[in-house]
């Protein structure tokens, strides 16, 4: 008779193989259902997701609606859906046509679609109006916006003040320039900061790996 780790060992293999076959199965169903409709179908088991196209959109909204931009080139944004004709669905897809982009809609399964939400964790995001952990006074506040009129001034003065600063300058940068949020997605030796203006991310600066580490 097997000991009882072997038979848990076996129990685990055999469960996720079963998994892996129903997976298989699921991406054929959906790849089948994608052609009936004339649908492009992508898998995200294969497939990156370019991050900045998944931050066109808020998390929580583009769960509602179950779809994930997942490629993004100028104005040309490849939307990823599991049912094109979910009411849902097909509101946020008009409300991103509507803030200018041109929208390819391409099928996925459920289990693909949750892959590509997943890289929503590579995304650092904070809100710009959340102050209550952030230790600033409006005078200061106040200063820092009166040093600010546009993005080369807030690229400057990020380059120009000291780590313990940056967050206040970030954040009375967004004030003034009116920005609903700020981002910052980390790459190997820097993290890129961006702010959200008009339902459009926007390049600000880079920040080294050291400066984003120590504001997180």
Do not use: W
């Amino acid at each position: 008779m097997a000991d009882t780790s072997t038979q848990t060992q076996l129990e685990d293999t055999l469960d996720k193989k079963l998994s892996a076959i129903e997976q298989a199965r699921q991406e054929k169903d959906y790849q089948e259902k994608a052609a009936s409709l004339g649908l492009g179908f992508v898998n995200f088991m294969t497939t990156p997701v370019d991050t900045d196209a998944l931050a066109v959109i808020d998390e929580k909204e583009a769960r509602a609606a179950s779809i994930a931009p997942f490629s993004k080139t100028g104005s040309r944004l490849a939307v990823a859906v599991i049912d094109a004709d979910n009411e849902t669905t097909t509101l946020a897809l008009k409300k991103l046509s509507a803030q200018g982009y041109a929208i390819k809609t391409v099928m996925t399964s459920p289990h693909g679609l949750e892959i590509a939400l997943s890289r929503y964790k590579n995304i650092r995001k904070v809100e710009v109006f959340e102050l209550g952990a952030i230790d600033i006074s409006e005078k200061e506040l106040a200063n820092f916006q009166g040093q600010i009129k546009n993005i080369t001034d807030l690229k400057d003065k990020v380059t120009q003040i000291s780590t313990t600063r940056i967050l206040e300058v970030l954040i009375a940068g967004a004030l003034k320039i009116g920005a609903s949020d700020i981002h910052f997605e980390p790459e190997r030796e820097s993290a890129r900061l961006r702010y959200r203006m008009d339902g459009v991310l926007a390049d600000v600066t880079k920040l080294k790996n050291e400066d984003y580490l120590k504001i997180v």
